[in-house]
């Protein structure tokens, strides 16, 4: 079992839609999950991280964290063509990053 | 502006032919990470530098080194690409575990590298 699965997508949405992005993770020992956005033929960079469990808002982006079932999510409201790039989960091992494979999201005027 | 910067953005090399890439950051950060990314998939993490220390994943072939001359600088020396190396080759760094945000990494904008 892979430590960390994250649904390939790719996913295509109107402008103006909540999009919903999903991992799963093995180890119910971590603590830190990220997520990471990365625009095409660019490095990731950090879009939110979550500290155990519960939600976490920043403005359109809620990241949400359930350790009891290992399942981490990132909630998208009012989606925008600039918001289209591939979204990575990723959680810290001790210093470690391990990510998912991405989730290629498309949005369209 | 602080950053992390890969040179060159793009790199094409013949099968065999040893080729390296460069990796340079404004931010002091102590720890240094080397990441292979292949198309469609998960950034997979080659090392890392905790300052001059070399942590090698158990996983990474031998045919993939590195050196961090000092802080800022690190490099990822190919000594023999097969095809199989042809991927995006992402530097990245973060502050040393235990201070503040220390989970943050900062990633450059990473080397296409192409094998012929």
């Known amino acids: 079992q892979k430590e960390v699965e994250q649904d390939p997508g790719p996913l295509s949405v109107p402008e103006g839609a909540i999009v919903s992005l999903n991992c799963t993770y093995s180890n119910s020992a971590f603590q830190y999950f990220m997520w990471y956005r990365q625009y095409s033929r660019k490095g990731p960079e950090l879009l939110m991280y979550?500290?155990?469990?519960g939600n976490k808002e920043d403005g359109r982006f809620t990241a949400q964290v359930d350790k009891s079932s290992k399942y981490i999510s990132l909630f998208i409201r009012d989606s925008q063509p600039s918001d289209s790039a591939t979204y990575l989960c990723a959680i810290l091992n001790t210093d470690k990053l391990i990510f998912g494979t991405g989730t290629r999201l498309q949005v369209f005027p | 502006d602080a950053m992390v910067i890969q040179n060159p953005r793009y790199q094409v090399t013949q099968f065999g032919k040893p080729v390296t890439l460069s990796c340079s950051q404004t931010l002091n950060h102590n720890v240094m990470y080397w990441y292979q990314q292949k198309s469609s998939q998960a950034p997979k993490l080659l090392f890392h530098y905790y300052d001059k220390d070399f942590n090698n994943e158990a996983d990474t072939p031998d045919n993939f080194q590195s050196r961090r001359p000092n802080t800022s600088f690190c490099f990822l020396d190919i000594r023999s690409p097969g095809l199989g190396d042809a991927a995006m080759y992402l530097c990245?760094?973060?502050?040393?575990?235990?201070?503040?945000?220390?989970?943050?990494?900062?990633f450059g904008p990473g080397t296409r590298l192409t094998v012929t």
């Open positions: 979550t500290y155990s469990s």
């Open positions: 990245a760094t973060s502050r040393a575990p235990g201070q503040v945000n220390s989970y943050e990494q900062y």
